[in-house]
């Protein structure tokens, strides 16, 4: 299984949101540039995730992105979701039915029950973490002066 770095960078963009003032926005740019993400490349993982609902675009000379959704009710799940998509990890390609030579009725694969389990498994420990969670983490003192650098930053890039 590998994972696109869009998902991390999405939950990071969200991050940087999160310290957003009410009615301020963050322009896309200024959040790519913050990323060191391609800002054409960037846009299109923002477009997935106001299709989520997780973010709002705001338009014009003084618009840029806002959560749309508490911190609290936004998963890492969810976000995963806005850049992956719904598919599963697994699916079989017969190997076992061609080795036996198995007919249609008898073919089976050994994996496919595990895989299921792991897959459940992966999904529910990314349901139970939140951004509010992720936010919390980031905030304790061992990053303290490093968010005060960000918290400066992000005054200077939003739009009121």
């Keep these: 299984m590998h994972m696109k770095t869009g998902v991390e960078q999405s939950v990071y963009a969200i991050l940087l949101l999160n310290m957003l003032p009410d009615k301020a926005v963050l322009p896309g740019e200024a959040i790519s540039q913050q990323l060191g993400a391609s800002a054409t490349y960037f846009q299109k993982l923002l477009r997935k995730l106001v299709s989520a609902d997780l973010i709002t675009s705001v338009p014009g000379v003084k618009g ?33 039915n061609d080795m036996l030579e198995l007919k249609k009725e008898d073919q089976c694969c050994l994996l496919t029950d595990l895989m299921e ?44």
Excluded at 69 to 89: F, H, M, S, V, W
Excluded at 141 to 151: N, V
């Design 64 to 96: 840029g992105f806002k959560l749309k959704k508490k911190p609290n009710d936004i998963r890492i799940y969810d976000i995963y979701l806005a850049i992956e998509g719904q598919q599963t990890l697994y699916s079989s390609s017969g190997i076992l």
């Design 117 to 160: 389990e792991a897959e459940s498994s992966w999904k529910s420990v990314l349901k139970r973490e939140t951004v509010a969670s992720y936010s919390d983490e980031i905030h304790k003192d061992r990053f303290k002066t490093k968010m005060e650098s960000l918290q400066t930053w992000i005054n200077e890039k939003m739009v009121l």
